[in-house]
């Protein structure tokens, strides 16, 4: 049995209603979700139900800071182009009395079910600080959700023993042949993350299973928003850390996500740890989570903002974007991403040069704009750095680098407009990729980069998606030049797309 819509729910429908509509479209990016109306972080129950995407999120509708978290929700049919849906959890139940954290989704005989984690957070009346989370569910028809009357359904007395019981966090749910299993957070005795695997036979009754894999305070501190998918002939954990150190141009961000491969066997739940990637090296990404589209891909979308330097104007009654849906692929050992291939339909006004050398700072006619895609290809590497800087004017610019003989991207955003530059630059290792062009002719080197602007946001596909690199900078709007620059001679081609159609 399930409990009906609640006042504080209705509360922010209200507020909805009058709010999102009064934030004026030009304000928001363009083919990226971003935030109703407050504060928006993590992305949760991003599935499929009925056909369309659904994409929920950590909610605080009321102010444009973190506060006691609920669940915003939004569809699509596209990945592109999203419709805001009522808030569909707020913390109104003593379980969740203090937030609906993150969570997932699944569809199940025609419901949409929701798993998320409940938070508690008391004085009890001897003075006793009391703050617990645990794992909860409500089941909905896409548009209204209702909590389930037994909720919590897994707490951390379950744990294994040492575990905290208070973080203990952000379930990622899917089914398999013999029922339904997920992965969520906690924190080891050690007091460093691990991830926790859970078996269902009805989504009501679950038994914890195993530890699937730990940080040992070799990967940062708590594990959240866990994911467990195949990839190719890989098995991916993902994980998002935080207070990571950094290990040379890795892990820079304090709170990072990665990618841990392996492999799994279904039968003895062990998974074998083999290697670790970061999932991202920009300024602006965290806590992703994955779903399978009914056509097999398997697409990523990621929080584009981030813990420690989250920066939205101050006029703006919004604050925080998601990442554009990413699919993902294993290739050459590693996790390959690429924009959504629905993405392509909405371009327009293609313009093109091809081999151009530059060898000073040269702005090429048409190619200019703040909502574009840019596909960058570098033949020609007689340089020691090749820049491309974007949103620019006389005032302001952020740029990529690229320096070829320390084979590293840079991307910086120091002039960007941002006050306070405190975390503004991010570096990654990447070479150039070998290809060869065509008969008779020899191996070649080619750098791409494919960079998609919406307004305020940059993501950098390299080399076809091996690494990516996504960052914010809320350069005021007329600044929207676009200018490539060589301290020796660089050959580059460039195709430029708008998103006319959106
Ligand atoms: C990650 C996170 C999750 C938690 C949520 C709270 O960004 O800290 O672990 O569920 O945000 O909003």
Known sequence: MTKSVSPQLLKVHRMEKKQVHDIPKEERPKYHMSSPTGWINDPNGF?????????????????????????????????????????????????????????????????????????????????????????????GDGIRYRKFAENPIITGESTPEGSSLEDFRDPKVWREDDGFYLVVGSRAGDGSGQVLLYHSKD???????????????????????????????????????????????????????????GQYDKKSHEFTRENITSADYGLDFYAPQTMLTEDGRRILIGWMQSWDANITPAPFQWSGMMTIPRELTYEQGRIYQRPVRELEAYRTDMVQYENVPIT???????????????????????????????????????????????????????????????????????????????????????????????????????????????????????????????????????????????
């Open 360 to 502: 000073e700072s040269t702005v090429l006619s048409g190619i200019r704009g703040r909502v574009l895609e840019l596909l960058v290809e570098i033949t020609g590497f007689g340089f020691e750095h090749f820049r491309i800087r974007f949103a620019q004017n006389e005032e302001y610019e952020t740029f990529v680098q690229y320096s070829h003989k320390k084979r590293c991207l840079t991307i910086d955003r120091t002039h960007s407009g941002i006050d306070r530059d405190v975390v503004c630059r991010r570096k990654m290792e990447l070479a150039p990729m070998r290809v060869f062009p065509g008969k008779g002719e020899g191996e070649q080197e080619v750098l791409k980069l494919r960079i998609l602007l919406d307004k305020y946001s940059v993501e950098v596909f390299a080399n076809d998606g091996e690494k990516v690199m996504s960052s914010l900078f809320y350069t005021p709007m007329e600044a929207d030049g676009i200018a490539f620059d060589c301290d020796g001679t660089a050959c580059i081609s460039v195709t430029k797309y708008s998103f006319g159609n959106l």
């Open 47 to 139: 599935s499929v139900f009925q056909g369309q995407y659904h994409l929920f999120f950590q909610y605080h509708p009321y102010s444009k800071k973190w506060g006691p978290m609920h669940w915003g929700h939004c569809t699509s049919r596209d990945f592109i182009k999203w419709e805001y849906l009522p808030c569909a959890l707020a913390p109104d139940e003593s379980y969740d009395e203090a937030g609906c954290f993150s969570g997932s989704a699944v569809e199940v005989d025609g419901e949409h079910v929701l798993i998320y984690t409940g938070v508690m957070d008391r004085y009890l009346d001897d003075g006793f600080h009391y703050y617990r989370q645990v794992q909860c569910m409500a089941k």
């Open 203 to 261: 989504l009501k009754q679950w038994e914890y299973v195993t530890v699937l894999d730990k940080s040992e305070n070799k990967y940062g501190k708590m594990w959240e928003c866990p994911d467990f998918f195949p990839l190719g002939c890989k098995q991916i954990l993902m994980v998002s850390p935080q207070d990571m150190r950094a290990w040379g141009l890795e892990f820079h961000n304090g709170n990072n996500s990665l990618f841990i491969y």
